[in-house]
């Protein structure tokens, strides 16, 4: 059973940080292609960061350049997105996704929230 279970969400003020987790079981974590997208409320869910198969190639969405870093452990099933200096603007759900690009198969999860507020 596919399973991608997101953690590390929470409340957080301005300038604060987070570090969220995403644990994957049920398919070959190492080939799949890992990103973190973000949903606020009544806007589209947009890419925030996407990390390739052995982490040779990582881009970020321009609002988290220089802010966010992600991250892989192939090893412990597990991808990260390390949030710094957060904004308000960055409160939403977080998810992550595993996409094999052979194939176009796509797996989520359920998400985690992350508010930033003082």
């Known amino acids: 059973q596919v399973q991608l279970v997101e953690s590390g969400g929470g409340l957080v003020q301005p300038g604060g940080s987070l570090r969220l987790s995403c644990a994957a079981s049920?398919?070959?974590?190492?080939?799949?292609?890992m990103s973190w997208y973000r949903q606020a409320p009544g806007k589209e869910r947009e890419l925030v960061a996407s990390?390739?198969?052995?982490?040779?190639?990582?881009n970020y969405a321009d609002s988290v350049k220089g802010r966010f870093t992600i991250s892989r452990d192939n090893a412990k099933n597990t991808v990260y997105l390390q949030m710094n200096s957060l904004k308000a603007e960055d409160t939403a759900v977080y998810y992550c996704?595993?996409?094999?690009?052979?194939?176009?198969?796509?797996?989520w999860g359920q998400g985690t929230q992350v508010t930033v507020s003082s």
């Open positions: 990390i390739t198969t052995s982490g040779g190639s990582i």
């Open positions: 049920g398919f070959t974590f190492s080939s799949y292609v």
């Open positions: 996704k595993a996409f094999y690009w052979l194939s176009g198969r796509e797996y």
